[in-house]
């Protein structure tokens, strides 16, 4: 395996990551995704005995996760270079996001929500790998938020606003094929975090 | 016809509503549509020439605009038992969202976002028809808040916040089988609203 190479079955399961953000679940065949991870179609079934319901699953909890993580690093970063300003911090993620949405024709989003809005009601296994994902999201959410909000309950919501402001701000950008529902998201959650802060400081 | 049996073509569209709701585009196939319309299968290329584009296309549209409807009628209707407090009737409407859901086994949320997650890279009439209903629910709600914030960008903004946090809500809800993150959506519009309302009296 060359140096910088990915094996088959990590790019399986990019290929996948890619495919299911663009398309959904019920909309990506498996045919497609060897094509696209440039391997041979029984691979799949090699590297995922459980075939396209272990695929996605794998690929929830994978790129979920990764995606999380990213979103975090970027806040992270983002408060390091505007002076620890939390507000301002998470405006500016979401014009990050508005960008990166543009960049790829606005076509990659978040990873999971395509899937988790085919599976709810229909594959209870993936309901709950989709649920998952979503539940760690807000747990780092909180734990973020707590530095400058410290009532538990507080930051708890402003995780899951977060995460909500963005799941609906990526559906209309990427119907309308235009960043400012992002940037609107982003001074709405700039204003509760705002609004969460003075009401800690008066406390 | 029998008194209160709706049409054929009704039964199609009704029928395809539910099951894009529940199932998303790629996963309802028209066999599926016509049994559940109990309609012979040939009645949806007689109704909808265009087949499953034609049905989807204008289903999209049928649901999405009733459902925009229903949304400022609970809003109305809330308003006028709530002592026309708008940030009351907000937080009321998104509890009402919640129930409803659980009441169907977290099962109907937004009638279009599920089609809207799947086909904004890959079928574009489709995606024009998701981001039409979104801009016609923003618009509504631009004009539903403009009662008390009349500063046009300010009420756009909370219309955009109020679809954006339900739908990310829905999402989550769905995922987690839980009533929670409509239930904080729904206090976090309020919040927002509140905020509107205020900057409006100092202004």
């Not at 507000?87 to 543009?102: G, H, I, R, T």
């Not at 978040?110 to 999201?137: K, M």
């Amino acid at each position: 395996m060359g140096e910088g190479q990915p094996d088959t079955r990590t790019r399986i399961q990019d290929a996948a990551a890619v495919l299911f953000r663009r398309n959904g679940y019920s909309g990506t065949g498996l045919k497609r995704i060897a094509a696209e991870a440039d391997a041979p179609f029984g691979s799949i079934y090699h590297f995922f005995p459980g075939g396209k319901q272990q695929l996605t699953e794998e690929t929830v909890r994978t790129a979920g996760t990764a995606y999380g993580r990213m979103v975090l690093e970027l806040l992270d970063s983002l408060l390091d270079s505007l002076a620890d300003d939390p507000v301002e911090s998470v405006a500016k993620a979401f014009e990050a996001a508005a960008d990166d949405l543009a960049a790829t024709g606005y076509a990659d989003a978040c990873p999971i929500a395509a899937v988790a809005w085919e599976v709810a009601s229909t594959n209870e296994a993936l309901r709950v790998a989709t649920a998952d994902v979503f539940g760690e999201w807000v747990t780092a959410g909180e734990q973020w938020f707590a530095r400058w909000v410290p009532d538990r309950d507080a930051a708890r919501s402003l995780a899951h606003s977060l995460v909500m402001l963005l799941e609906g701000a990526f559906v209309l950008s990427r119907a309308a094929r235009d960043r400012e529902p992002l940037l609107l998201a982003g001074q709405s959650m700039a204003t509760l975090l705002r609004t969460a802060i003075e009401r800690t400081d008066r406390a």
